[in-house]
């Protein structure tokens, strides 16, 4: 294959005599617009852009101008013509290039100001069909490219937090560039473009129900730069990608510091998991640790099911991420001061409990404006060596699931809400996981083992730590549910339940041997139900 080549050196600093401004966002551009005019820049422009520029009395020319041809079909053609895209593709030191611009009447294009459509914006809000399609921008990301490919000779800025820095160039330079300034803003600039495309190439695959498109792309925005990432040692950053999914990436850090790598991660986990539970049937709270939860409980108040909560496992919740399915009151506060925390989220917070939570500076407080929903469609993705695992969001509902009780002995009204309870935790637990409940409450949650009969073990003596803790005379589990988020492979783990006191049992069933474990729990009086659903979380 033919490479073309092109071995010109780039000129290390630009003039910038002629601009191209062409912007949907239009924070800013009218003040740099006049900076661009009082060293004497010539301005083009287009559509609001240019009724913009002209009304604060700038000197302004119309590009249609310059192309001899109008808008047109509403303005989705003005800017895709030769005299444009040669301006901005044009290499100044190549003889060809300058004959030709000579001889089609091309006038070089220093800088090109240019932003898109809010297609982003647009689909987030629900917009339909033909109003999603209307905002996917043509022009705008042609332009872009083209400019950013010719970066040697042309500055192109599709940020407005980017004009400061231009400003001081222009300032610091006499009115040029440097070639290291043009280097990063095209690089910011294709991905901009990238990261536009991606959204419209998803959309398309989410409107027209393809769940396995050719070419997957997912992108993202710079949100923060971080010290470091899972170690001290990696480097990392937070994108956001524009969901408008309540919850990390939406919330407003009301106090505390910045927010870890590792701090983001586990607080995402805790509020998935919190969101489970419906805030008008009754306040929830769950402490998580290292990504998987350590106690999660409901309550008659928020105070309650937090308190609840810690019960569950007090030594893990220390330095754990707190999070609240209601507004956080200042009882509740005053109550998760008195232990070391990292991180509460809740959906808002009243002013008497910023005031609680303010005598500790270093906690970090957010208020992330409302609850996911658990049943919402998604995606969610991991990478891997060379690639990408996407799949669509584990959106699985218990109360959605027809359960099949398949022992002699149903399970009593108590025991189903507390089956349902566990299993509902037990999908945000890591796999293998099993988690004991008891009147809306974890009793031992053992997570992320390779055998699960060793989770159910690990479960069962946190809750024999707890009862210590707490002074009970037998543990929690004892007269509990039990949730497995896979099929129990064989009758071992049901009897370590059984051991630990549990007297009901929910799991996916789907094993060879489910008969064996149906048998067992018939041995011993247990009721159990199956879902039809598994929830592995890896």
């Known amino acids: 294959m033919a490479v073309i080549s092109k071995k010109i050196p780039a000129p290390d600093k630009v003039e910038i005599r002629t601009a191209l401004l062409s912007v949907f966002d239009k924070t800013g551009i009218v003040e740099l617009a006049q900076t661009l005019s009082e060293r004497g820049v010539r301005l083009l422009s287009t559509g609001g852009t240019y009724k913009a520029i002209a009304a604060a009395g700038l000197d302004v020319t119309d590009v249609s101008e310059i192309t001899g041809f109008p808008e047109i079909m509403d303005g989705r053609v003005k800017t895709l013509h030769p005299t444009v895209h040669g301006g901005l593709l044009a290499i100044r030191d190549d003889g060809e290039h300058q004959e030709a611009m000579k001889k089609h009447g091309i006038e070089g294009i220093d800088l090109a100001v240019i932003n898109l459509y809010p297609f982003e914006e647009v689909r987030a809000a629900g917009g339909d069909y033909p109003t999603t399609v209307e905002n996917i921008d043509i022009g705008g990301p042609a332009m872009i ?69 050719r070419h997957r792309v997912i992108g993202g925005v710079l949100k923060e730069e971080m010290r470091y990432g899972e170690n001290p040692h990696q480097k990392a950053a937070f994108y956001v990608t524009g969901e408008k999914r309540p919850g990390v990436s939406t919330a407003v850090l009301l106090q505390g510091k910045q927010l870890s790598y590792n701090n983001i991660n586990d607080t995402d986990a805790a509020y998935e998991l919190v969101a489970e539970f419906l805030p008008e049937k009754a306040p929830a709270c769950a402490i998580i640790k290292h990504a998987n939860p350590c106690g999660v409980a409901t309550g008659s108040s928020l105070m309650e099911a937090y308190q609840r909560a810690l019960a569950c496992d007090s030594v893990s919740a220390f330095g754990g991420i707190i999070a609240l399915n209601r507004v956080l009151d200042a ?208």
């Open 331 to 538: 009882e509740t506060a005053e109550e998760i001061v008195k232990l070391f925390t990292e991180v509460i989220i809740a959906p808002d917070v009243t002013e008497e409990a910023k005031a609680i939570v303010a005598r500790k500076p270093n906690l970090r407080l957010l208020s992330a404006g409302g609850l996911p929903d658990p049943r919402a469609a998604g995606l969610t993705a991991k990478t891997v060596s060379g690639g990408l695992l996407v799949q669509s969001r584990d959106n699985g509902m218990v109360e959605d699931l027809e359960l099949k009780v398949v022992t002699k002995r149903a399970p009593t009204a108590q025991e189903l809400d507390d089956m349902k309870f566990a299993f509902k935790v037990g999908k945000h637990v890591k796999s293998n996981a099993v988690v004991y409940a008891k009147d809306g409450q974890t009793a031992g949650i053992g997570a992320g083992q390779m055998s699960r009969v060793d989770s159910a073990r690990i479960a069962a003596l946190k809750a024999e730590e707890a009862a210590k803790a707490l002074g009970l005379a037998v543990p929690m589990t004892h007269g509990s549910a039990v949730a497995s988020e896979a099929f129990l492979p064989f009758a071992d783990g049901l009897l370590s339940m059984i051991a630990a006191g549990a007297t009901a049992v929910i799991q996916p069933g789907g094993s060879m041997r489910d008969q064996e474990v149906i048998d067992a729990a018939n041995e011993h009086g247990i009721a159990m139900v199956f879902t039809g659903m598994r929830h592995f979380r890896h």
């Open 145 to 213: 490219r083209a400019s950013a490919k010719n970066h040697a000779y042309v500055t192109i800025l599709t940020d407005p937090d980017d004009y400061a820095e231009f400003k001081e160039q222009l300032s610091a330079d006499d009115g040029k560039t440097a070639y290291a300034f043009r280097q990063r803003m095209a690089a910011k600039a294709y991905a901009r473009t990238a990261a536009y495309d991606a959204a419209i190439s998803n959309w398309f695959a989410e409107a027209l129900a393809i769940d396995t498109p």
